[in-house]
């Protein structure tokens, strides 16, 4: 006995209803988790990830990316390594400072793609100190965390210059720079577009500091890079090579409206003050990313060379537990192709 025609119509539109929510959800089920953890805070430079995340880029690429803040290169390397994620911003040193100082670690994270192609780890100082090149360090009371990578690398900058003994203070990353303006010590390091924008901070005028990039003083270290643990490469390769597509997409597009991507910023953290985090994602792109050495490396990739001395440079400078092997860091085929790494084109002229 057939139903009523009145009563088969909600059962059909019941049924139609079933059947796309079934159909959309092998769609959905198709995506991958990625775990992110960025080096730091939710600051200018987290928009190189948030813009991506902000335009679907990466749901575009069938992923499902969480991003979230972290508290420094060292610890990102750990968390990636540990599994808690699966992928992570990080400076290349201290990647290879966990490499060589955890041989037998069974997941070591490797970096994918390079990012800030030269450190932004810089010395800086304050006019008044009379010091102006490198060489006037020596005997100087020198201050910064001690996971500062800038500290961390001083061996390399300290031989590269010529520089003697220094004696090292060490705080908590908010005091750095007070204690600079203080007097405490003579000079810091740490990374240029974060403590120059803290000295002003701090009401010392721009004009009245000085910085000394470590690249433009002899130590062509490379900076952050994007890095993945070794089982998140085996388990899911082609996501690897996906997340790196839209993120290069992403490259391109904080690179021709900075100005526009702070507000992905903003979004994850309503406190921050969007014309200092604009200068701080301007500077970090003209010293780390929009550099000669990126444009003549291809940005993304690296040199053996140059990678190859860095490896030993750390290894000496970090004194660890074995030799960096700079092949075991590194692997670049999860890299986008040529053309979609050319972010050059997006930049204003």
């Given at each position: 006995m057939s139903l009523p025609a009145v009563r088969r119509r909600p059962l059909l539109a019941c049924a139609a209803a079933l059947a796309l929510t079934a159909a959309a959800l092998p769609a959905r089920a198709q995506e991958t988790p990625v775990k992110f953890q960025l080096d730091w805070r939710f600051e200018g430079p987290a928009a190189l990830f948030l813009v991506p995340a902000?335009?679907?880029y990466f749901k575009a690429e069938k992923l499902n990316v969480s991003v979230d803040a972290g508290n420094g290169s060292g610890g990102t390397v750990t968390r990636v390594a540990s599994g808690a994620y699966d992928m992570g911003f990080a400076d290349l040193a201290a990647l290879m400072?966990?490499?060589?100082n955890n041989p037998t670690a069974p997941n070591?994270?490797?970096?994918v793609m390079m990012v800030y192609n030269n450190t932004p780890a810089a010395v800086l100082t304050l006019k008044k100190s009379g010091i102006t090149k490198p060489t006037d360090l020596t005997g100087k009371?020198?201050?910064?965390?001690?996971?500062?990578a800038g500290r961390k690398a001083w061996p390399i900058f300290a031989k590269a210059n010529g520089i003697g003994n220094v004696p090292w203070t060490a705080m908590d990353p908010p005091l750095r720079e007070t204690m600079l303006v203080r007097g405490d010590i003579d000079a810091i390091t740490g990374f240029s577009f974060t403590s120059l924008l803290n000295l002003e901070a701090r009401g010392v005028k721009t004009e009245d500091i000085v910085v000394m990039p470590y690249p433009q003083f002899g130590v062509k270290l490379y900076g952050n890079a994007v890095i993945a643990s070794e089982d998140f490469l085996k388990k899911n390769p082609e996501a690897v090579k996906a997340f790196l597509r839209a993120f290069s997409k992403g490259m391109k597009d904080v690179i021709a409206d900075p100005k526009a991507s702070i507000e992905t910023?903003?979004?994850?953290?309503?406190i921050i003050n969007t014309d200092l985090e604009l200068r701080r994602l301007k500077l970090a792109l003209d010293a780390t990313v929009l550099t000669p050495d990126a444009k003549a490396e291809g940005f993304g990739n690296v040199v053996p060379a140059r990678l190859?001395?860095?490896?030993?440079?750390?290894?000496d400078a970090f004194a660890t537990k074995e030799r960096v092997n700079a092949t075991a860091v590194w692997n670049?085929?999860?890299?986008?192709?040529?053309?979609?790494?050319?972010i050059f084109k997006a930049a204003k002229k």
């Open positions: 902000a335009k679907g400072e966990f490499h060589a070591k994270p490797v970096a009371k020198m201050g910064a965390p001690v996971f500062d910023v903003k979004a994850r953290d309503g190859a001395l860095m490896a030993s440079q750390v290894s670049p085929a999860y890299l986008p192709s040529a053309a979609e790494r050319d």
